[in-house]
Structure formats: structure tokens, C-alpha cells
């Protein structure tokens, strides 16, 4: 069963979007062409991904300046060495989308 996270518009390049659906916080990407999904929260600590630095496909957190690869959600630089969980964003009607069990 598919959530709607946002409208495609309303997330930047430049800035993810904090979206809270059923209790869970999610921060939505685009790069590219490509909408990602990831848990807001940082793997690591009180980080919020979604008040990051973007770089490419690298999110900074912006508490203690660990890594994470976006789409793959693995941590790419310390102190994070839990990867995020992700979901697969699909774009549907303009609304990005994605399955909450996943
Ligand atoms: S809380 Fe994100 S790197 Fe520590």
C-alpha cells in the first residue's frame, strides 16, 4: 500500500524535505531525475538528515558531520557506521510515493 510523502515540487535540490507520516519522520531527495526516501533521523545520534549539507548523492548530518550514501543509505563517513533505512520513491501523478513497509 503506497503513502504520499509530498508533491514532487516541493522538494529542492538544494534541501530534502522533512515529511511525518504515522509516526515516523522521513526526509525526501531529489538528485537528478531521482526521488529518494530516507529516516530523517541520523543513525548516530540527534542529527536530522533532512537539516543536512547535500553533495551529490552524500548527506552530511549536520550534528556531528557524519556521511551517508542517499540512495543506498550506508554510512560513507564517521562517526555513522549504521546504515539508514530507505525506501524506494516512486513518482506518481506529481506526489512522491512509497511503500511504508518496505
Ligand atoms: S548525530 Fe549524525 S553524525 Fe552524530
Request: hydrophobic fraction near 30%; aromatic fraction near 6%.
Given at each position: 500500500?503506497?503513502?504520499?510523502l509530498?508533491?514532487r515540487?516541493?522538494v529542492?535540490?538544494?534541501?530534502?524535505?522533512?515529511?511525518?507520516?504515522?509516526?515516523?519522520?522521513?526526509?525526501v531527495f531529489v538528485i537528478?531525475d531521482g526521488y529518494y526516501v530516507?529516516?530523517?533521523?541520523?543513525?548516530?545520534?540527534?542529527?536530522?538528515?533532512?537539516?543536512?549539507?547535500?553533495?551529490?548523492?552524500?548527506?552530511?548530518?549536520?550534528?556531528?558531520?557524519?556521511?551517508?550514501?542517499?540512495?543506498?543509505?550506508?554510512?560513507?563517513?564517521?562517526?555513522?557506521?549504521?546504515?539508514?533505512?530507505?525506501?524506494?520513491a516512486q513518482v506518481?501523478?506529481?506526489?512522491v510515493c512509497?511503500?511504508?513497509?518496505?
Open positions: 500500500m503506497l503513502t504520499v509530498c508533491r515540487d516541493e529542492s535540490a538544494d534541501t530534502p524535505l522533512r515529511v511525518e507520516r504515522d509516526g515516523m519522520a522521513y526526509a537528478g530516507t529516516q530523517d533521523e541520523c543513525t548516530h545520534g540527534p542529527g536530522l538528515l533532512s537539516e543536512g549539507y547535500l553533495d551529490g548523492e552524500e548527506i552530511e548530518c549536520p550534528f556531528h558531520q557524519g556521511r551517508f550514501h542517499i540512495p543506498s543509505g550506508q554510512p560513507v563517513a564517521p562517526p555513522c557506521t549504521e546504515a539508514l533505512r530507505v525506501w524506494s506518481i501523478d506529481g506526489r512509497i511503500d511504508p513497509s518496505q
